[in-house]
T-cell receptor, first 114, second 112 residues
Framework: DSGVTQTPKHLITATGQRVTLRCSPRSGDLSVYWYQQSLDQGLQFLIQ???????AKGNILERFSAQQFPDLHSELNLSSLELGDSALYFC?????????????FGPGTRLLVL | AQRVTQPEKLLSVFKGAPVELKCNYSYSGSPELFWYVQYSRQRLQLLLRHISRESIKGFTADLNKGETSFHLKKPFAQEEDSAMYYC??????????????FGQGTRLTINP
């Protein structure tokens, strides 16, 4: 599959814990985006990386952080988890970073915090 | 602030009937708009974008700047069109950085 991949598919954890979500962009894509999808908030932009550097931040909590590695894969770290963090987390990628770019989405990681 | 509104959370039509999913936006410039679709248990995928002006799976969307709308239309609905549809507006945060602002989504159900 040459598309965006995300691991794990599902994650169940407890409040107060820390988890790491992983994303591999499409081959050749330099930009990675993270989104959170919840029932009450819908799809919300969290953060964007371009070629290893943070480019933009959205509604990302201080408990959350991300990074993009030299091989361009990205990880989203969620710490001190709360019940309200339960959501579907999507990663997307695009070739470059402008508004004309189409973002291609991964299958998502479903996080359940108990 | 840039915003995308999809007024219908749920839309149900019969197979063969016309479909229109509404999307309104607020944006001060000349917008680039997208429709994404999410079939059951699948990832979000791009359905079409304003700039390409093409028809995908029989769907079209026309940008109406006067009404600030980008409604998605299909003349004859098919059962496989049942899915969640999202209208999205890319927001240029700073030069070289963008995010997608999504509407709340419309769940389309095509009844046989």
């Amino acid at each position: 599959d040459s598309g965006v991949t995300q691991t794990p598919k599902h994650l169940i954890t407890a409040t107060g814990q820390r988890v790491t979500l992983r994303c591999s962009p499409r081959s050749g894509d330099l930009s990675v985006y993270w989104y959170q999808q919840s029932l009450d908030q819908g799809l919300q932009f969290l953060i964007q990386y371009y070629n290893g550097e943070e480019r933009a931040k959205g509604n990302i909590l201080e408990r959350f952080s991300a990074q993009q590695f030299p091989d361009l894969h990205s990880e989203l770290n969620l710490s001190s988890l709360e019940l309200g963090d339960s959501a579907l987390y999507f990663c997307a990628s695009s070739v470059a970073s402008g508004v004309e770019e189409t973002q291609y989405f991964g299958p998502g990681t479903r996080l359940l915090v108990l | 602030a840039q915003r995308v509104t999809q007024p219908e959370k749920l839309l149900s039509v019969f197979k063969g009937a016309p479909v229109e999913l509404k999307c309104n936006y607020s944006y001060s410039g000349s917008p680039e708009l997208f429709w994404y679709v999410q079939y059951s248990r699948q990832r979000l995928q791009l359905l079409l974008r304003h700039i390409s002006r093409e028809s995908i799976k029989g769907f079209t969307a026309d940008l109406n700047k006067g009404e600030t709308s980008f409604h998605l239309k299909k003349p004859f609905a098919q059962e496989e069109d049942s899915a969640m549809y999202y209208c999205a507006l890319p927001k240029d945060i700073i030069q070289g950085a963008q995010k997608l602002v999504f509407g709340q989504g419309t769940r389309l159900t095509i009844n046989p």
